[in-house]
């Protein structure tokens, strides 16, 4: 990542998101193998109030530190945080997980799980999500 066309936008000890000023793309760096939900709402609030404002279409979120998911922290940001993102122009979500073959098993079916069961929620149809082995391969894709 070079880091001379990268800006800080914020951050607190758990996350900072930086912008990728040429790609437009937004990045959540999880620095902990924790994230209180509330300090994740606050860290994906802020992107999605620069999303429409700096034409923010991708975002990556580095989740490497993890050691655990927070279930209803998925389910919140898939269920009602991507609407309002979707709602701005975000619409590519590239995931860096942790090397844990458990843990991405959860959490991939965690999704899936929460797509099927919200067939109202159209826009997660539209929606494109990836998982990557590194923040680089994340940026390229």
């Not at 993890?66 to 945080?81: G, I, K, M, N, Q």
Request: net charge neutral.
């Amino acid at each position: 990542m070079n880091v001379s066309s990268t800006e800080e936008l914020y951050g607190d000890q758990y996350t900072t998101v930086y912008f990728l000023l040429v790609q437009k793309i937004a990045i959540v760096k999880v620095h902990n193998a924790f994230v209180p939900m509330s300090n994740y709402r606050e860290a994906l609030r802020q992107i999605a109030g620069f999303a429409e404002q700096r034409q923010i279409n991708k975002l990556i979120i580095d989740a490497q530190n993890l050691v655990a998911y927070h279930r209803p922290s998925v389910e919140w940001s898939f269920t009602d945080w991507k609407r309002q993102a979707f709602n701005h122009g975000l619409s590519v979500y590239c995931y860096v997980l942790p090397r844990n073959e458990e843990y991405q098993k959860k959490l991939k079916n965690e999704i899936h799980r929460i797509k099927n069961a919200n067939p109202d929620l159209g826009f997660l149809k539209q929606i494109r999500i990836s998982f990557c082995d590194s923040l680089d391969e994340a940026v390229m894709e």
